[in-house]
């Protein structure tokens, strides 16, 4: 496995503990099923803000490949991730457990993915916070997400990472959908 969806979130709405805490998450949901001994990087940007620098998710992950917890490919290499090679759908995206995530035509929806992201995997500029303070913000802001089950628009093959934005709050992540799950890459330098 080198590819999840979390499990839970970090509980504290889109403050993550910024992106050294939600890699932490990553490392802690993988150990706890034997998959630990990787890096792990949640797909998250962090945007221009405050002096401190822009990281794009896509550069944060490695070159890939990557599979998920039932050896699926979800994509051969960084651009087939951001493009019409990946396998990122309801199906394939598995939390650390193997286990679906609920999507927008299940009973309880948490298809609200957030990733912080443009559609090529890069960060916004500093004008408009869409990455609740850099994951440390559970009030004000906004988040992009992504819906790992591309309810909204199946013909964008990057729904999965920019699908709209929610308040940064846990009741607001839960009102579209949401629980402040995110993705988490097993940092691969193929």
Not at 4 to 23: K, Q
Not at 70 to 93: C, M, P, S
Not at 95 to 111: F, I, K, L, Q, Y
Request: glycine share 14%; proline share 3%; with cysteine.
């Amino acid at each position: 496995m080198t590819f999840f969806v979390t499990s839970v979130g970090i509980g504290d709405g889109a403050n993550l503990g910024g992106l050294a805490g939600a890699d932490a998450h990553c490392l802690h949901l993988a150990n706890a099923v034997g998959a630990g001994a990787k890096p792990w990087h949640a797909y998250l940007s962090h945007q221009l803000m405050n002096g401190v620098g822009q990281i794009d998710a896509r550069d944060r992950i490695g070159n890939g490949p990557w599979h998920n917890a039932v050896g699926v490919e979800i994509a051969a290499n960084v651009d087939a991730l951001h493009g019409d090679g990946n396998h990122v759908n309801a199906a394939t995206a598995l939390t650390e457990r193997g286990e679906p995530v609920d999507g927008d035509n299940d009973r309880t929806s948490r298809h609200d993915i957030l990733t912080g992201t443009k559609p090529d995997g890069t960060s916004y500029d500093e004008d408009y916070d869409k990455t609740c303070g850099n994951w440390t913000s559970n009030s004000p802001g906004e988040a992009m997400v992504g819906h790992h089950d591309l309810v909204a628009d199946m013909t964008r093959p990057n729904s999965w990472n920019n699908a709209h934005v929610i308040g940064c709050s846990q009741s607001n992540l839960a009102r579209t959908g949401g629980e402040g799950l995110f993705y988490c890459f097993a940092v691969i330098e193929g």
